[in-house]
């Protein structure tokens, strides 16, 4: 039975206090597309992303039309190209104008899955393609990237952590012209996720079906609003509880997209991911939400624990509304996308060590982070491997994704447009890491990773 008030609230949450659909991913298995020749290969892959995607913009429009729900983003995730270049060798920046080709074909706002899996080593193409992301990223315009480097069962690969850092130094320093964006399309992980719909690091995972729908959902002015509604002096138990129940009604909203979607496009329905996601919008802010439950500006003392409850409640509401939950599934906090991370990152009460802390309970890690385009490549690989580290030791998924801002210094900005926002310069630590990196191995997994 329809319930006015709950329609009534529905619309009150899209119309002023941001709720949408942040995006609708389909992920596209490539194995079948792998050839010894390259050129081939790249037919295939279009071919097949074109067919199956084909209606994919259309369909959300649909969607949206028909429920009146913002869906923000249609994406395309595939295979990791690191795979198909194992088998056919030759140029991988081939694959990467593939992708984008496609990505403009049928319409979508992004295409994930130039990337590499080597957290325990490197197969045949992982090398190519990494060294390639810098020019791929350059060359392309709807490509993202991404190569997971460590896991709980593997450890860190520092190996990989090393040309990583030299990798995003490097995006940035060919994309300069263009506010570093090709760094802003790279991410670093840990513990990366099979099924994730967002970007940058989205990718079709090889334990995925051929193709499938993932949903991503958004809704922090939603939460933040409900939590404005409180009383201050209101125990933080019942903080929670609130969150929970906001968390409930945003997801359930996706599940009904998600469902739709897949019907629609006669594609398997795959998970719900239930994360919150800002935008640099006022009011939309992951940020705020924090605020609103007692924080003077985020990065303030207490930051870490209230960001800990809020992923907590999100994940314990999100996961009651859905018949799957995957993917991230939190709260991220990236700081050029988030207007109150901005403002803490200005004021300096937000410093990367202590977003550092955060990421060790939010769904992510230290993402959209602008540091001086001067910062080493040692410094940025070390970072990587702290965040790796924190991914690696609680069995979470952390990552990295940092832009070396070339030719700017500690309290300038870079402004990307768009999603990906605007932000300060961070401050960086200068002290170098160099020995540590320069001796490559493998940092081994830790005794936890021995569950059988």
Do not use: W
Request: aromatic share 4%; hydrophobic share 40%.
């Amino acid at each position: 039975m329809l319930n006015t008030s709950d329609i009534l609230e529905t619309i009150k949450m899209i119309q002023d206090e941001n709720l949408d659909i942040r995006t609708i991913t389909m992920g596209i298995s490539l194995l079948d597309c792998a050839d010894s020749d390259i050129d081939k290969s790249c037919e295939k892959i279009y071919e097949k992303i074109c067919r199956l995607a084909g209606n994919l913009v259309k369909t959300g429009e649909d969607i949206e039309k028909k429920y009146g729900i913002p869906i923000v983003n249609k994406r395309i995730s595939v295979t990791p190209i690191a795979m198909l270049v194992g088998v056919s060798g030759g140029d991988p920046v081939k694959y990467a104008k593939t992708l984008d080709r496609a990505a403009k074909t049928v319409g979508v706002n992004f295409i994930g899955g130039y990337s590499a899996l080597v957290q325990k080593g490197f197969s045949a193409g992982d090398k190519e393609l990494m060294e390639s992301i810098p020019r791929a990223l350059s060359e392309t315009e709807f490509v993202c990237s991404s190569v997971n480097v460590g896991s709980t069962k593997a450890g860190i690969n520092m190996d990989a952590v090393k040309i990583m850092g030299r990798v995003i130094k490097e995006s940035s320093e060919i994309t300069k012209d263009r506010q570093c964006i090709g760094a802003a399309k790279l991410v670093v992980f840990c513990n990366a996720p099979e099924d994730n719909p967002f970007m940058a690091g989205a990718f079709h995972g090889p334990g995925e079906p051929d193709c499938v729908i993932n949903v991503g959902v958004s809704g922090p002015g939603v939460v933040r609003a409900a939590l404005e509604k409180m009383d201050d002096t209101d125990d933080l138990q019942k903080v929670a509880d609130t969150i929970k129940k906001t968390a409930f009604k945003i997801t359930r909203m996706g599940q009904l997209v998600g469902e739709e979607a897949s019907k629609a496009l006669g594609v398997p329905f795959g998970i719900i991911d239930l994360s919150l996601a800002p935008t640099p919008a006022i009011g939309d802010s992951v940020a705020h939400i924090l605020e609103e439950i007692g924080l003077e500006e985020v990065g303030a003392a207490g930051t870490t624990a209230a960001l800990a409850m809020l992923n907590d409640a999100v994940k314990k509401g999100g996961v009651m509304a859905s018949s799957t939950v995957g993917g991230l599934s939190g709260a991220f906090i990236p700081v050029s996308e988030d207007a109150g991370m901005i403002a803490g990152a200005r004021s300096g009460s937000l410093i990367i060590e202590k977003l550092e802390a955060m990421t060790a309970v939010c769904s992510v890690g230290l993402d959209m982070i602008i540091v001086p385009g001067d910062t080493t490549p040692e410094v940025l690989s070390a970072i990587i491997a702290d965040e790796a580290a924190i991914g690696m030791v609680n069995s979470k998924t952390t990552a990295v994704r940092i832009i070396p801002a070339i030719g700017l210094k500690d309290g300038e900005e870079l402004n990307f447009g768009g999603l990906l926002g605007y932000g300060p310069v961070m401050k960086v630590n200068t002290k170098s890491p160099a020995k540590m990196i320069n001796r490559g191995g493998r940092i081994p997994a830790p005794i936890q990773s021995l569950k059988n």
